[in-house]
């Protein structure tokens, strides 16, 4: 009785533990699409979400770390031109209640 006790919580615990994943990975794609192009990447929000111009934006390609001075912020879309490469891209998005920061890996050709 006791270790189905425990194998009932332990199956609880993961399946609740998996429905967070798999909430949180859903949740950024209802928020933003990041694009690249002809070497400038793009975020763009989603309907009801706007860029958050405050946040620290940051694109890091190999050894060129590009600040958010580099990049152009309008309210529902960010650019930034970048170095051919793997890199990873800090943001952030937000709607009327709540904020959403991000890392993305990107792949500039």
């Avoid at 400038?40 to 946040?55: A, L, S």
Wanted: charged share 25%; with cysteine.
């Amino acid at each position: 009785m006791r270790r189905a006790l425990v194998l009932t919580i332990a199956a609880i615990l993961a399946t609740t533990a998996s429905a967070l994943t798999l909430s949180a990975l859903a949740r950024a794609d209802n928020e933003f699409d990041v694009s690249v192009a002809n070497g400038i990447v793009t975020v763009k929000t989603h309907p009801g979400w706007h860029i958050n111009k405050e946040y620290p934006w940051k694109l890091t390609v190999g050894d060129t770390k590009l600040d958010k001075s580099k990049f152009s912020l309008e309210e529902t879309s960010a650019k930034v031109d970048a170095p051919k490469g793997a890199g990873k891209l800090k943001g952030a998005v937000c709607s009327k209640e709540q904020c959403y920061t991000f890392e993305k890996e990107v792949s500039i050709q």
